[in-house]
């Protein structure tokens, strides 16, 4: 196995590398122009770089991304990168450039062989619980390249799997994001304003999504199935704020509604966590409760 990852400088992706790596899989990264300088590269690849090889592309561009691949001759990819993950009221222009035509490309490059060369066996491509409603930019682009997905699926027979990441945290993420932030505000005694946090969500700790990504390779799955990768239970937001302060014992407290709730947002997001088990053999082992634990003690 050799696998090629996309947005291996990211959340998931830095953490997906470690993993891999620790279990001797061969490794190459695809990473933008921007990072062609070595010393660019974050922690902790930067330090790993002796292990994993690395091509440069620019996903927008599909002779640079045709030629990476090509380079790399991966027996899988997993595709991470994505513009938007934490900000999804991005422009249209840019969904459209980094999360659909990026994808396509990808797609292109890794099956549309034009030199003899032998195709992935397999990709995996990152997905949203939010292209179910679709509810803003971020979330529409995904959608509509999972819909392109779908279809050379069905129609070329291509081995492209779906990996429905649901709400992912742990250690390394965006400062701000809820629970950094949170932590952040509880561990030092202050008051931590935000909206009404109804909304449910199906929290999963990066450790659970790593090992779920690493159960689908190579997996028998029809070409166009997705799985999902979540706990299979919800907290509000609410709730997950307020377990934070008391697990911190923080002397400030959660200021509920005092921001306006932002549009476009599912009420309710949960993972089929019994189907994904049928299907890669996974489940998620860390609960809330323990993945916030961790985090309070680093």
């Known amino acids: 196995m ?3 990852i ?3 400088t990211g959340f998931i992706g830095r953490n997906l590398v470690q993993h891999l790596l620790q279990n001797q899989i061969a490794l190459t990264i695809l990473v933008r122009e921007v990072y062609s300088g070595e010393k660019m590269l974050p922690e902790p690849l930067k ?4 292990h994993f090889n690395v091509v ?3 996903l927008r561009n599909y002779r640079l991304t045709a030629r990476a691949v090509q380079e790399a001759a991966p027996t899988h990819v997993v595709h991470l990168a994505a513009a938007g993950v934490t900000a999804p009221f991005i422009p249209v222009e840019t969904t459209l450039r980094h999360n659909l035509n990026a994808t396509l490309n990808l797609l292109r490059a890794c099956f549309e062989s034009k030199s003899g060369r032998s ?3 397999q990709i995996i491509i990152a997905r949203t619980p939010g292209e179910r409603m679709a509810m803003n930019v971020y979330a529409a682009g995904k959608a509509a390249a999972w819909q392109f997905c779908r279809m050379y699926a069905r129609t070329e027979g291509w081995p492209i799997h779906g990996s429905m990441i649901f709400q992912a945290y742990g ?3 965006n400062p701000n994001n809820l629970i950094p932030a949170a932590i952040r505000a509880a561990q030092t005694d202050e008051d931590f304003p935000m909206t009404g946090g109804q909304q449910e969500r199906d929290w999963i700790y990066l450790d659970d999504i790593i090992t779920g ?5 190579d997996r028998p799955l029809p070409p166009g199935t997705t799985f999902e990768l979540g706990t299979g239970c919800t907290t509000s937001v609410v709730e997950v704020v307020e377990t934070i ?4 014992q923080s002397s400030g407290r959660p200021q509920i509604g005092v921001l306006p709730g932002r549009p476009g947002e599912d009420e309710r997001q949960v993972a089929g966590a019994a189907e994904s088990e049928q299907l890669i053999s996974w489940r998620a082992k860390i609960s809330l409760e323990q993945g916030l634990r961790r985090l309070l003690e680093l």
């Open 2 to 4: 050799h696998v090629l």
């Open 6 to 8: 996309t947005g291996a």
């Open 47 to 50: 330090s790993l770089r002796p």
């Open 56 to 58: 440069y592309a620019d």
């Open 119 to 121: 195709t992935p066996q």
């Open 171 to 173: 250690p390394g993420q």
């Open 213 to 217: 990504l690493t159960a689908a390779l």
């Open 245 to 248: 302060y008391r697990l911190a």
